[in-house]
């Protein structure tokens, strides 16, 4: 009975969202967070839909990006429920894509149908400055010295290796750490550097 409220809701009341790399739009409910719940740089939004979604799934709405932030491990009663925060920021990479072949010659190297190709993107992200200065041995370490950069875990940023460098805002930066530890998005950790 409450899931055919809810559905019925979500028909009457919701918004078109597109999911990941889909062509056919959703309905979808969207509210802000509350204040006190708010990280006062981003323009969080939660999400309440009839379709499954998960951490690191984008939706697309009104031409911004979002990412789906939070963990949904299952279905909340009636509704999947997340928290989705805009990727604004733009990460500018060059990766290879997978080819595709059915045989091999002789000696194992693949005849290529469609041969890789390298391509060259601006990756949608959530960038921020990291933290407060802290000291590193006898420096001191300012904040916008160090960014963090946030993006679903594809096969696009899985080729985005550490000790990388990388342009954001005409500033080049270094990757020194990724952070795997929560799945279904990538969060890399760079710091300014000169350019090569």
Known sequence: MLSNDFNYIIKQFGVDVILNDETKTRKALLSSRRLKDLEVNFDDRVIHTNFPIKRGDTIKYNDVIYLVYSDVQNKRGHEYKAIIR??????????????????????????????????????????????????????????????????????????????TKHQLYNRHYKIVDINLLQPGIRIFTMEWTTPD
């Open 86 to 163: 805009p990727m604004n920021n733009k990460f500018k990479f060059t990766y290879w894509t997978e080819g595709y072949f059915e045989e091999t010659d002789p000696v194992g190297n693949p005849i290529w149908i469609i041969p890789p190709q390298q391509v060259t993107e601006d990756l949608p992200c959530i960038a921020y400055q990291e933290g407060s200065p802290t000291i590193v041995g006898y420096w001191i370490r300012q904040p916008e010295e160090r960014i963090k950069v946030i993006m679903p875990d594809n096969y696009i940023t899985q080729q985005i290796e550490i000790n």
